[in-house]
């Protein structure tokens, strides 16, 4: 096990390594342009570019570059924005962070929930109107552009059906920390969650329904029903928990993904200050270090949440511990 | 391939009259034609239905209504009718579905938006299917380092969140065009995006392929032409590449309303598509501000889009089950 852990360990350090390699290559290795003058924004003085080209070593090969940028992002972290007044990006980022966290919890929480309950009804209803209707919902799910479901959801909470029983009580768009009222955080909350739910609830109620189907004719199900269990049992109590294997692993990377910025367009159009507002303000003013930092933090907690979600792997399951799968 | 009737049908004769027999997938393929031919249709529906230029901003103008001419940007409703709205739907050719706020007719935008749209979303699925084709039949067939080097090269890629992948690449282009060489690209082609859509989903899409090619690199009749000698380029071309077509076949779709969907994101937030040229996804934005007032701006773009992906993707799932694919991938977010 021990060795498993370490070599999962090997690839989680080749990973973090290989992705500040691309996204530095991204930002400041791409032919044809100064990255000087991206760094210190638009009509920069003649000053600001020297101070940045000596700050960001420019002057020096690539190689050089790399390392400065990474320990300014990483060990230093003092980062700063030229086009934001000299403000320090790194602190921002992970002010950023509990907007989002609570975001894509709520979210997820909303899409587990649904989404199993929908894959197992259609999964034991196969074939019926009911999982035809309930896999068509999940297609149309899936085929929604998040940001426009936001916008339609604030067009009739904010404005068209604002003053009736159903939606008086969706306040303005914005954030309310939960140490300052959990029920406001809540409410602020409530229709961004859904919104970001929709896109997975689709795409897991049918990746488990998939699965219940392909697992409901292996042999130990088989096995299940011989011995005379309830259907309900068989499919609750067998299937369902060889389908979570998938579920989970699909989960954890998912979550990961939407911590790390993928949540951008939600926060976008609820007002949300979390770290994907954060980047998109650094991409309207077209703020360098500000959007390397968020994307190399995120790629970051991307690729460490998936090696956790590996580790646990590894010690519960015990093809994986002795390395056969 | 002879034609003859002794012959049972093959495998593409098959799945199309399975495609056939399935509605579903019929009448996505009407829909998709449907929106195709509307969007060829633009400069027409601008030149004699609506009668405006729709890349023009249009705000002191005015539009005949029954005779009477009617501003295009209307006092709001307020008491003191402070501000200004667009007109909105009026029912007739010209500003069918109502003007943006620049004055510019949203109807005939729409159709302008819906060409680069899905000349994005289909141009950067091809682009994506060949690129990621490449690199799946390479790493499944040769196998060993190559396999590793390249299997590495698209983890690195996958855990960057796609989107922010997209931006990162978008914001770098965008701000200030690209120059490779002699050749300059400048910030509104749409190169970039479709370039741009293209790279991010290669590993989302390689993946299938590459496993496909893995397993049927160790099937009987590979093994069998080995042992025979045939050289592995005739290998790859005769046996592997008619074998993973139905994979990259299943994919296209499915790529193309991924594509569509990020293509309208990057659009959205001004780093896709730049103006005064138009996407479904632009649109939106210029609806956003006034989704209170004329939600129909950014409403009727969205529905586009769903009614597009929605096909695609139904298209997707007829292909699947005529070609008989196994879901091999899963969707990137």
């Known amino acids: 096990m021990l060795m498993t852990i370490l070599r999962r360990l090997g690839q989680t350090l080749f990973v973090l390594t290989g992705i500040s390699v691309l996204v530095f290559g991204v930002f400041f290795a791409t032919p044809g342009a100064d990255p000087t003058a991206r760094i210190a924004g638009r009509n920069a003085s003649p000053q600001t570019m020297a101070q940045v080209r000596h700050e960001y070593g420019f002057d020096r090969p690539l190689p050089v570059q790399y390392a400065t940028m990474m320990k300014k992002l990483f060990v230093t972290r003092d980062l700063t924005s030229y086009v934001d007044r000299g403000e320090k990006v790194v602190p921002e ?86 140490t300052e009222s959990p029920w406001g955080w809540f409410k602020a909350l409530v229709l961004a969650w859904i919104t970001l739910a929709i896109l997975f609830i689709g795409l897991y109620s049918r990746v488990l329904r998939a699965d219940l189907i392909a697992v409901s ?17 068989v499919l609750l109590r067998h299937g369902l928990r060889t389908s979570l294997v998938t579920f989970v692993s699909l989960f954890g990377m998912d979550f990961a993904q939407l911590v790390g910025g993928g949540a951008l367009l939600t926060e976008v159009v609820f007002g949300l200050q979390g770290v994907g507002r954060l980047t998109y303000q650094a991409l309207t003013n077209l703020d360098l270090p ?28 015990p093809r994986v511990r002795d390395g056969r799968a | 391939m002879r034609s003859s009737s ?82 909105g ?75 922010l992948f997209a931006i990162s690449l978008s914001i770098v282009m965008v701000s200030q065009g690209l120059t490779i060489g002699p050749f300059t690209i400048t910030s509104d082609n749409l190169l970039i995006p479709i370039v741009i859509i293209a790279i991010v989903y290669v590993p989302y899409a390689a993946r299938p392929i590459r496993g496909r090619v893995m397993a049927l690199r160790n099937s009987e009749f590979v093994l069998a032409a080995r042992g025979l000698g045939v050289p592995s380029a005739r290998i790859l071309l005769r046996d592997i590449l008619p074998n993973v077509t139905g994979t990259i ?4 779709p499915l790529l193309t309303a991924l594509a569509l969907l990020t293509e309208s994101a990057l659009s959205f937030l001004s780093i896709g598509v730049q103006a005064p040229a138009a996407s479904w996804g632009t649109i939106i934005q210029d609806g956003e501000g006034l989704i209170y007032t004329r939600p129909l701006v950014a409403v009727a773009p969205g529905l586009a889009i769903v009614i597009v992906v929605l096909a695609l993707n139904v298209l997707g799932d007829g292909l699947r089950d005529a070609l008989d694919v196994r879901e091999t991938s899963r969707r990137g977010h």
């Not at chain 1, 500000?290 to 090696?307: D, P, R, W």
């Not at chain 2, 399975?18 to 997938?25: E, K, M, Q, V």
């Not at chain 2, 539009?63 to 009617?70: C, F, L, S, T």
């Not at chain 2, 060409?115 to 040769?142: D, K, T």
């Open chain 2, 249 to 252: 076949v299943v994919l296209a």
């Open chain 1, 93 to 178: 980022v992970f002010k950023a962070a509990p907007v989002t966290l609570s975001l894509v919890t709520g979210a997820a929480i909303i899409w587990v929930v649904v989404s199993i309950t929908m894959g197992t009804l259609a999964a034991a209803l196969r074939g019926s109107w009911v999982d035809r209707g309930l896999m068509m919902l999940g297609l149309i799910g899936i085929s929604m552009p998040v940001f426009w479901v936001g916008q339609v959801a604030n067009l009739l909470s904010q404005s068209r059906y604002h003053d009736t029983i159903v939606f008086r009580w969706v306040p303005a768009l914005g954030y309310v920390p939960f």
């Open chain 2, 6 to 87: 002794s012959l049972p049908p093959g495998p593409w004769a098959v799945a199309i009259r399975a495609l056939a027999r399935d509605r579903a997938s019929l009448v996505s393929v009407g829909v998709l034609a449907l929106m195709v031919l509307a969007s060829l249709m633009a400069p027409l529906y601008a030149r004699y239905v609506s009668r405006t230029d729709p890349f023009l901003s249009n705000v002191a103008g005015q539009v005949q209504i029954d005779g009477r001419a009617v501003d295009i940007m209307q006092p709001n409703d307020n008491p003191l009718h402070l501000g200004l709205s667009p007109i």
């Open chain 2, 89 to 163: 739907p009026t029912g007739r050719g010209a500003y069918l579905l109502g003007a943006d706020s620049q004055g510019r007719d949203v109807a005939a935008r729409l159709l302008y938006g819906g060409r680069n749209s899905l000349l994005i979303a289909s141009a950067a699925a091809l682009l994506c299917v060949v690129m990621a084709g490449v690199v799946g039949i390479v790493a499944g067939f040769f196998g060993g380092v190559v396999d590793a080097v390249l299997s590495r090269i698209m983890d690195i890629m996958w855990a960057v969140p796609v989107y």
């Open chain 1, 290 to 317: 500000l959007i390397m930092a968020t994307v190399m933090y995120s790629a970051v907690f991307v690729v460490i949440a998936n090696a956790l979600v590996d580790m646990v792997y590894i010690v519960l399951d």
């Open chain 1, 217 to 233: 004719g292996e042999d130990f199900m088989r096995t299940a029903r011989a011995k005379g269990l309830s259907p309900t049992r």
